[in-house]
């Protein structure tokens, strides 16, 4: 049990700061531990067996996969040694750890870690929304006048763009997710009531992966701007885990395809294969009738599909048997 008399000479709202300043660094850790084993994984997973035509359809995923890992390790590397100038190297800044980390943003070192945040938060929206390009460069907008303002001045001062950029984020990130998730369950309803309910697996995974993925940065941005504008500390636990959240989603994305849970050109020739089989086979009929001459021939063939088809030619008329094996 803690020892009143050691408490350092602050008020409880000065602690309580400190201690979400603090407590946002180890969820920032553990978070890059999730990053990390999710990269390494995602990495061996799409070099494994590498050949050269697999290598044309991967490296886009491996280079993603790397450039994620290098932005999430060089902001935990700055972030964390920002905490340190905080709590140890500048104990004594006027108003504590605390005020250290909301009055000295412009710090190179906080500067470094600020400018990958939001890197990391631009990399993955622009795959997701590469056709809507505006979309992505107004976010690449936003935050670029977030860097230059928490460069110069806190982004706890007045009016600012640090809500604007993160609201931004979240309407684009949700926005991003709806309309891939309702065109996948378009396409999926169409399947179905073309072929029967049985059809249309492969979208529902799809989708369950993108709503999985993305819920997880969708929820923390929540839980930062909320804190945010009502001004309460807990928005110093969530702000400094993003990054990595962001990174976290992307990868989980990555890791269900690498894991062939993903849609790919297997993927799509299974479905056509799939659909042209059941296709034919609602199309086919049986059609018999009694022959009122001799019989002649007899032609038969297998088609692509796997199916036997099998004619009886007649003198008078021509009538076709169909039968499926």
């Not at 999430?72 to 800044?93: C, E, H, K, L, P």
């Not at 690449?140 to 809500?163: D, E, R, Y």
């Not at 179905?192 to 979208?203: D, E, I, M, N, P």
């Amino acid at each position: 049990m803690s020892n009143p008399a050691y408490k350092p000479d602050e008020d409880a709202a000065t602690i309580f700061q400190e201690d979400t300043w603090l407590q946002g660094a180890l969820v920032m850790c553990i978070a890059y531990g999730s990053v990390a084993t999710l990269a390494i994984q995602c990495f061996f997973m799409l070099v494994r067996g590498l050949t050269r035509a697999k290598f044309k359809r991967d490296f886009p995923l491996v280079l993603f996969v790397m450039i994620m890992f290098t932005l999430s390790t060089i902001f935990i590397g700055t972030a964390m040694q920002f905490t340190q100038q905080a709590y140890v190297d500048q104990r004594n800044f006027p108003g504590g750890p605390s005020a250290y980390e909301v009055l000295e943003f412009s710090l190179p070192i906080d500067s470094v870690a600020n400018v990958t945040l939001v890197i990391n938060s631009a990399v993955p929206s622009w795959v997701s929304v590469t056709l809507a390009s505006l979309f992505w460069l107004t976010e690449f907008i936003l935050g670029t006048l977030f860097l230059k303002q928490i460069m110069s001045v806190s982004p706890w001062g007045a009016v600012n763009f640090t809500l604007g950029f993160w609201c931004f984020s979240l309407a684009l990130n949700v926005l991003a997710t709806f309309l891939i998730v309702s065109r996948l369950l378009l396409y999926r309803f169409r399947l179905a009531r073309v072929l029967g309910s049985g059809h249309g697996a492969q979208y529902t995974s799809v989708v369950a992966m993108v709503v999985e993925s993305e819920l997880l940065y969708t929820a923390f941005l929540i839980l930062f701007i909320v804190p945010f504008v009502l001004n309460h500390p807990l928005e110093n636990v969530f702000i400094q885990c993003i990054a990595l959240i962001q990174a976290i989603s992307a990868l989980m994305i990555v890791y269900r395809v690498a894991a062939g849970h993903g849609w790919t050109k297997d993927t799509y020739a299974q479905v056509s294969t799939r659909m042209h089989s059941t296709i034919q086979l609602s199309n086919l009929s049986t059609l018999r009738a009694a022959p009122s001459a001799s019989h002649v021939t007899q032609e038969s063939k297998i088609s692509s599909s796997g199916i036997t088809v099998s004619q009886d030619v007649y003198m008078t008329k021509e009538y076709s048997s169909v039968e499926a094996v």
